[in-house]
């Protein structure tokens, strides 16, 4: 199969195939006439299996070791474990940190919801605050 192939098969773009078999994330990719990219379904599932942990945030030499675990046998069993644990606490604080991020801007919306329903309280335009000393002027 050829990358514009595996391209649209995998959703994946040809510079991120490219990128992915020129780091070594692939090591069953063969190559064809012109040196052309050639993949077959083993090559497939490498470049699902690093897509997936780079969208983790797994960093590439992370991944890259992975891949060269993979490929020494079942004896590197616990030191994959050991990687996909540690990517798996980032992976939750990231997600920690997402979720907040979510609910402030959850809080901002429905601010937003109530100023569309009574504009005249748009406290959230920092041109229609007063300071303290012009509040109390006006009490």
Aim: aromatic residues 8%; charged residues 25%.
């Amino acid at each position: 199969m050829t990358i514009k192939e595996t391209a649209k098969k995998l959703n994946l773009t040809e510079y991120t195939i490219r990128f992915y078999t020129d780091k070594g994330l692939v090591p069953s990719v063969q190559r064809g006439a012109n040196n052309q990219r050639l993949f077959d379904q083993e090559s497939l599932n490498w470049l699902q299996g690093s897509h997936y942990l780079r969208q983790t945030g797994m960093s590439i030499a992370n991944v890259k070791n992975y891949v060269d675990l993979c490929l020494e046998g079942n004896q590197t069993v616990p030191e994959r474990y050991q990687l996909i644990q540690q990517q798996q606490i980032k992976a939750k604080q990231q997600l920690k940190e997402d979720q907040e991020k979510l609910a402030f801007l959850e809080g901002k919306a429905k601010l937003y919801e109530n100023i569309l329903n009574e504009p005249n309280k748009d406290i959230l335009n920092p041109g229609t605050w007063q300071s303290k000393k012009q509040a109390s002027k006006t009490s």
